[in-house]
């Protein structure tokens, strides 16, 4: 398996962005729509590429430092993340801190450049998205936390190696329970209904949106780019999680991965079509409800 | 040597007693580099060497001796005493300028403060202890009233007296009543009574938690950090919160080192102090709108932190999982340094503004960063640091504590897992507040636009103030680059604390650095990539041009600075979420009517535990002790009525 290091961060670097066109593909289908290009996340980015960008007057290099930050940091992410049974380029003791902290880095700069604007409503997106994260990273922590109880080793890639059918078996309600820590995460970090709209068009409900609205050009496609490849890395901790193919054959182990991923996809897109936003005032007990049913996963394992 | 270096530093305090002289100003901070600098080589040669220095000399009051020791534990608490003392040094001469005569005195209790951490780390006496400790808490008294005249002043710095003493009380019963049972005031001597007697450490334990804790801020005990330092001189806010509080962990730590094998519940207790300090302090820091008093009630979280680094030794020590009470040490002492560092930047840095826009008002700010790029930077990479963000030395110190937390998960006793997952979701809480007190903090400051004039004129401080604050910006910056060393390097301190043989302790830590190792990697190719990434768009805004324009105002045109965000309305859904702990009071006057005139919205974030425990308390106590008033009738004869009844009452006694 030593050899497979490039195939988690080649897979999120290609793909990521078509799992956001698979998500609103499927919501188009459900609404009976024909729905955008499978491809358009792409062109979207590209497009942004292209273009040149448009600053606030207050704006100091902060704001432009935002975006890079954020996007360097999921990067160097990759490098720590296994994709199902394959193994990250990099592994060690307590890596799962680091991604943990990698996170944190790029949130507190996207935050910071959103304050850099000084605009009334991007300070509203950023308080909110402080806040939430504030309760997201305890749950993402439990969740992690249960994984390394369950099996034995406190390093992203041996944690994942070690998920088999058996293990299921072995730890079918704490693994379970921990799949929907990690799904909601997957909702709560991606701008996700029910959380987030990320088509809403009125400022005052947004929360991710809403900090990036005066970004543009390569600046925007950096945000975009990068949002892609955060869903991909909430995602492959979740599908890693519950596709528990094993095989030591990558081709096996990779391509259910993908498969994976795309129903993941599927379902996000599912679940946007079927569910209204939370109010905000309820979005801190849907991250706290999910933090709590890790940590019940975590006292079932141990009694 | 070492001696030398006190001695130095006390010569030259007295220097400064010269207050008229104009001189005063550049003797005290001669005299402050120069001492802190001779005694931080010293420090670093008693680290580097390994070894124990000792001074003894002959006392000529009874009851004690003059007996100064540093060992590992000693010499790595002198780290942030001497030098943040030497930055301080560098800063205060321009952020005092023009303060008159009241300056002298600050240099000069400053030095005195500087001087008593130091004797206090260094003593190896209970007596010489005791009486640094109270020079130690009287000095930053001074220092805080040095704005004497306005009444909100006098009331913080004489919280601050009462609660320090409150501390110093449990201090001196522990040292009574174990150096009445050790019959010597001599630390080893101690140390032969409380080894083989559970019952006894365990007293005096609890004794030293209460004592040095409320030294070092924890919560209830915490109330007096909030008040004290937004009102003293900013170099000394950063001393005090970078060294003074981190000398109550040190006590903490050296009675720990006397005492005998800790039980489990030692470790727990210490973790719940450590885990809701943490939690309680930075809630109170996200409500805040003073900008100092903020950082004060980050100091209070970061204690917080410290306390669960050593719990968790504690817990590990008891269970005999080595490798766990190592990295639980090695965590809480790292977060010592640290802390002196990102915190005492803050300080200066929050210093700096004072000095500069005239306001620590959070909602009196804004746009800082462009009048002041270098200040501002720092602040930055201050603000980073102590969210505990890759790759700064914040981040070594909460990964050794994550580290810590998940090594305890996978051990197979169930209480040790249990407590790696409350380590582990306190930090993750704690984390996740600090990013967004942090962001508040710095985003309102130095981002958007001024909201006052004052702001809005602002200039960049002098260039010692931008150094002082620039080498602690570069410290942050070093010890997160060289992590695995910095992790490598506590391995004497370590043994010292732990009382673990030495080339375990070396093993144990190796266990953690290597992987360290290989974070920084990550955070290498980090750099690279974001390197790269700002190439490329560098490389296309040069052909593709920016332009520059209003902000998005959801198409209203005349945005004015006062419509930006406020720091109260960022903190508001976390403040309502935790409203069980954070009692903020609001005062609303909405608008009404068809035509709305004036409508007001104020909110005040006091602290519930002192308005609601102490307060209360204290009424009654001052009701109780104003009975006594009766024997103080205020006429001389009485005294000396008094003086000679305990005189012959003595004498009978005598004659018995």
Same mark, same amino acid.
């Given at each position: 398996?030593?050899?497979?290091?490039?195939?988690?961060?080649?897979?999120?670097?290609?793909?990521?962005?078509?799992?956001?066109?698979?998500?609103?593909?499927?919501?188009?289908?459900?609404?009976?729509?024909?729905?955008?290009?499978?491809?358009?996340?792409?062109?979207?980015?590209?497009?942004?590429?292209?273009?040149?960008?448009?600053?606030?007057?207050?704006?100091?290099?902060?704001?432009?430092?935002?975006?890079?930050?954020?996007?360097?940091?999921?990067?160097?992410?990759?490098?720590?993340?296994?994709?199902?049974?394959?193994?990250?380029?990099?592994?060690?003791?307590?890596?799962?801190?680091?991604?943990?902290?990698?996170?944190?880095?790029?949130?507190?700069?996207?935050?910071?450049?959103?304050?850099?604007?000084?605009?009334?409503?991007?300070?509203?997106?950023?308080?909110?998205?402080?806040?939430?994260?504030?309760?997201?990273?305890? +749950? =993402? /922590?439990?969740?992690?936390?249960?994984? !390394?109880? %369950?099996?034995? *080793?406190? $390093?992203?890639?041996?944690? &994942?190696?070690?998920?088999?059918?058996?293990?299921?078996?072995?730890?079918?309600?704490?693994?379970?329970?921990?799949?929907?820590?990690?799904?909601?995460?997957?909702?709560?970090?991606?701008?996700?209904?029910?959380?987030?709209?990320?088509?809403?068009?009125?400022?005052?409900?947004?929360?991710?949106?809403?900090?990036?609205?005066?970004?543009?050009?390569?600046?925007?496609?950096?945000?975009?780019?990068?949002?892609?490849?955060?869903?991909?890395?909430?995602?492959?901790?979740?599908?890693?999680?519950?596709?528990?193919?094993?095989?030591?054959?990558?081709?096996?182990?990779?391509?259910? +991965? =993908? /498969?994976?991923?795309?129903?993941?996809? !599927?379902? %996000?897109?599912? *679940?946007? $079509?079927?569910?209204?936003? &939370?109010?905000?005032?309820?979005?801190?007990?849907?991250?706290?409800?999910?933090?709590?049913?890790?940590?019940?996963?975590?006292?079932?394992?141990?009694? | 040597?070492?001696?030398?270096?006190?001695?130095?530093?006390?010569?030259?305090?007295?220097?400064?007693?010269?207050?008229?002289?104009?001189?005063?100003?550049?003797?005290?901070?001669?005299?402050?580099?120069?001492?802190?600098?001779?005694?931080?080589?010293?420090?670093?040669?008693?680290?580097?060497?390994?070894?124990?220095?000792?001074?003894?000399?002959?006392?000529?009051?009874?009851?004690?001796?003059?007996?100064?020791?540093?060992?590992?534990?000693?010499?790595?608490?002198?780290?942030?005493?001497?030098?943040?003392?030497?930055?301080?040094?560098?800063?205060?001469?321009?952020?005092?300028?023009?303060?008159?005569?009241?300056?002298?005195?600050?240099?000069?209790?400053?030095?005195?403060?500087?001087?008593?951490?130091?004797?206090?780390?260094?003593?190896?006496?209970?007596?010489?202890?005791?009486?640094?400790?109270?020079?130690?808490?009287?000095?930053?008294?001074?220092?805080?009233?040095?704005?004497?005249?306005?009444?909100?002043?006098?009331?913080?710095?004489?919280?601050?007296?009462?609660?320090?003493?409150?501390?110093?009380?449990?201090?001196?019963?522990?040292?009574?009543?174990?150096?009445?049972?050790?019959?010597?005031?001599?630390?080893?001597?101690?140390?032969?009574?409380?080894?083989?007697?559970?019952?006894?450490?365990?007293?005096?334990?609890?004794?030293?938690?209460?004592?040095?804790?409320?030294?070092?801020?924890?919560?209830?005990?915490?109330?007096?950090?909030?008040?004290?330092?937004?009102?003293?001189?900013?170099?000394?806010?950063?001393?005090?919160?970078?060294?003074?509080?981190?000398?109550?962990?040190?006590?903490?730590?050296?009675?720990?080192?006397?005492?005998?094998?800790?039980?489990?519940?030692?470790?727990?207790?210490?973790?719940?102090?450590?885990?809701?300090?943490?939690?309680?302090?930075?809630?109170?820091?996200?409500?805040?709108?003073?900008?100092?008093?903020?950082?004060?009630?980050?100091?209070?979280?970061?204690?917080?932190?410290?306390?669960?680094?050593?719990?968790?030794?504690?817990?590990?020590?008891?269970?005999?999982?080595?490798?766990?009470?190592?990295?639980?040490?090695?965590?809480?002492?790292?977060?010592?340094?640290?802390?002196?560092?990102?915190?005492?930047?803050?300080?200066?840095?929050?210093?700096?503004?004072?000095?500069?826009?005239?306001?620590?008002?959070?909602?009196?700010?804004?746009?800082?960063?462009?009048?002041?790029?270098?200040?501002?930077?720092?602040?930055?990479?201050?603000?980073?640091?102590?969210?505990?963000?890759?790759?700064?030395?914040?981040?070594?110190?909460?990964?050794?504590?994550?580290?810590?937390?998940?090594?305890?998960?996978?051990?197979?006793?169930?209480?040790?897992?249990?407590?790696?997952?409350?380590?582990?979701?306190?930090?993750?809480?704690?984390?996740?507040?600090?990013?967004?007190?942090?962001?508040?903090?710095?985003?309102?400051?130095?981002?958007?636009?001024?909201?006052?004039?004052?702001?809005?004129?602002?200039?960049?401080?002098?260039?010692?103030?931008?150094?002082?604050?620039?080498?602690?910006?570069?410290?942050?910056?070093?010890?997160?680059?060289?992590?695995?060393?910095?992790?490598?390097?506590?391995?004497?301190?370590?043994?010292?604390?732990?009382?673990?043989?030495?080339?375990?302790?070396?093993?144990?830590?190796?266990?953690?650095?290597?992987?360290?190792?290989?974070?920084?990697?990550?955070?290498?190719?980090?750099?690279?990539?974001?390197?790269?990434?700002?190439?490329?768009?560098?490389?296309?805004?040069?052909?593709?041009?920016?332009?520059?324009?209003?902000?998005?105002?959801?198409?209203?045109?005349?945005?004015?600075?006062?419509?930006?965000?406020?720091?109260?309305?960022?903190?508001?859904?976390?403040?309502?979420?935790?409203?069980?702990?954070?009692?903020?009071?609001?005062?609303?006057?909405?608008?009404?009517?068809?035509?709305?005139?004036?409508?007001?919205?104020?909110?005040?974030?006091?602290?519930?535990?002192?308005?609601?425990?102490?307060?209360?308390?204290?009424?009654?106590?001052?009701?109780?002790?104003?009975?006594?008033?009766?024997?103080?009738?205020?006429?001389?004869?009485?005294?000396?009525?008094?003086?000679?009844?305990?005189?012959?009452?003595?004498?009978?006694?005598?004659?018995?």
């Amino acid at each position: 398996m030593q050899n497979h290091w490039f195939v988690s961060p080649v897979c999120a670097l290609l793909l990521a962005p078509l799992l956001l066109g698979i998500v609103n593909r499927t919501k188009a289908f459900v609404a009976g729509r024909r729905g955008p290009p499978l491809l358009q996340p792409y062109w979207d980015v590209a497009k942004c590429l292209r273009r040149g960008a448009v600053y606030g007057n207050a704006t100091s290099r902060v704001f432009r430092l935002g975006p890079v930050v954020n996007l360097a940091s999921l990067a160097a992410g990759l490098l720590i993340l296994p994709f199902g049974g394959i193994a990250a380029a990099a592994s060690f003791p307590g890596d799962l801190i680091v991604l943990v902290g990698l996170f944190a880095l790029g949130r507190f700069a996207i935050v910071l450049a959103a304050l850099d604007t000084g605009s009334s409503f991007e300070g509203m997106g950023a308080s909110r998205e402080v806040h939430f994260a504030a309760l997201a990273e305890p +749950a =993402l /922590l439990v969740a992690l936390a249960t994984l !390394v109880r %369950v099996t034995g *080793v406190f $390093s992203l890639t041996p944690v &994942y190696g070690a998920i088999t059918i058996a293990t299921w078996a072995h730890a079918l309600p704490t693994l379970a329970l921990v799949a929907v820590t990690f799904l909601v995460l997957e909702l709560v970090e991606n701008t996700r209904i029910p959380v987030d709209d990320p088509t809403t068009h009125l400022e005052l409900t947004m929360i991710h949106e809403v900090m990036v609205l005066d970004h543009s050009g390569p600046d925007l496609a950096y945000i975009q780019y990068a949002a892609a490849l955060k869903m991909w890395m909430l995602g492959s901790l979740f599908v890693g999680l519950v596709v528990p193919v094993r095989s030591g054959n990558p081709w096996l182990d990779g391509g259910a +991965a =993908l /498969l994976g991923m795309a129903v993941l996809a !599927v379902a %996000v897109g599912m *679940v946007e $079509s079927a569910m209204a936003r &939370y109010r905000l005032v309820q979005v801190p007990q849907f991250i706290v409800g999910a933090a709590t049913l890790s940590a019940v996963a975590f006292i079932v394992f141990l009694v | 040597m070492l001696s030398l270096a006190l001695l130095f530093l006390g010569g030259l305090i007295a220097i400064v007693f010269r207050r008229r002289v104009g001189l005063a100003q550049s003797f005290g901070q001669i005299g402050a580099i120069s001492g802190s600098a001779l005694g931080l080589f010293a420090a670093i040669r008693v680290l580097i060497d390994g070894g124990v220095q000792q001074v003894s000399a002959a006392w000529p009051m009874p009851g004690g001796g003059l007996h100064l020791q540093v060992d590992a534990l000693s010499a790595f608490f002198l780290l942030p005493v001497f030098g943040l003392s030497v930055v301080t040094g560098v800063y205060g001469r321009s952020y005092l300028a023009g303060r008159g005569e009241g300056s002298a005195a600050t240099w000069f209790h400053l030095n005195l403060l500087t001087a008593a951490m130091a004797l206090v780390i260094t003593a190896h006496d209970g007596l010489l202890f005791l009486l640094a400790w109270e020079i130690m808490a009287l000095s930053p008294f001074f220092l805080v009233i040095f704005d004497d005249r306005t009444a909100s002043v006098r009331h913080a710095a004489w919280t601050y007296l009462a609660a320090t003493h409150l501390g110093t009380v449990f201090l001196l019963v522990l040292f009574v009543l174990v150096g009445g049972l050790a019959g010597t005031s001599d630390f080893s001597g101690y140390a032969a009574v409380l080894r083989d007697n559970p019952a006894l450490s365990s007293a005096v334990f609890l004794l030293a938690v209460a004592g040095f804790g409320s030294k070092a801020g924890i919560v209830p005990a915490h109330v007096w950090l909030p008040e004290a330092h937004p009102v003293a001189p900013s170099h000394a806010s950063a001393l005090m919160s970078g060294a003074m509080i981190k000398v109550g962990i040190y006590g903490l730590l050296r009675i720990l080192t006397l005492l005998g094998p800790p039980p489990t519940w030692w470790g727990w207790l210490l973790i719940a102090i450590g885990a809701s300090t943490g939690v309680v302090g930075i809630l109170y820091a996200v409500a805040q709108h003073d900008l100092k008093r903020l950082l004060a009630y980050s100091s209070v979280e970061n204690i917080g932190i410290i306390l669960l680094g050593i719990g968790v030794g504690l817990l590990g020590l008891a269970e005999g999982t080595v490798t766990l009470a190592v990295i639980g040490f090695a965590a809480g002492l790292l977060h010592v340094l640290n802390h002196a560092m990102f915190k005492g930047l803050l300080f200066l840095g929050a210093g700096a503004v004072q000095h500069a826009a005239h306001s620590l008002e959070l909602d009196r700010l804004g746009g800082l960063l462009k009048r002041m790029p270098w200040t501002g930077a720092a602040f930055l990479i201050g603000a980073a640091a102590i969210v505990g963000l890759p790759p700064l030395n914040g981040f070594v110190g909460e990964y050794l504590l994550f580290y810590a937390g998940f090594f305890g998960l996978v051990q197979a006793p169930v209480n040790v897992g249990v407590a790696g997952l409350i380590v582990l979701v306190a930090m993750g809480l704690i984390s996740g507040l600090a990013a967004a007190c942090f962001a508040k903090a710095f985003g309102i400051v130095f981002l958007g636009t001024a909201r006052s004039r004052e702001a809005e004129e602002a200039h960049e401080s002098p260039g010692p103030m931008r150094w002082a604050v620039a080498i602690l910006a570069l410290l942050c910056v070093a010890i997160g680059a060289a992590a695995p060393l910095a992790v490598s390097a506590l391995a004497g301190v370590v043994a010292t604390a732990t009382g673990l043989p030495p080339a375990g302790v070396r093993a144990s830590l190796a266990s953690v650095a290597n992987p360290l190792g290989a974070a920084v990697v990550v955070f290498a190719v980090m750099v690279v990539v974001a390197a790269l990434v700002w190439a490329l768009r560098a490389w296309r805004l040069r052909r593709m041009g920016i332009r520059r324009a209003p902000v998005w105002g959801c198409g209203f045109q005349q945005p004015t600075s006062r419509m930006q965000y406020t720091a109260s309305s960022f903190a508001q859904p976390l403040t309502t979420q935790f409203r069980l702990f954070v009692r903020n009071r609001e005062i609303l006057i909405p608008p009404s009517g068809y035509f709305p005139a004036a409508s007001s919205y104020a909110s005040d974030s006091g602290d519930p535990f002192l308005r609601l425990l102490f307060a209360p308390s204290f009424r009654w106590f001052s009701r109780v002790i104003s009975r006594m008033n009766v024997v103080q009738p205020g006429h001389i004869h009485v005294y000396v009525l008094y003086l000679a009844a305990t005189l012959v009452a003595l004498l009978i006694w005598a004659s018995l």
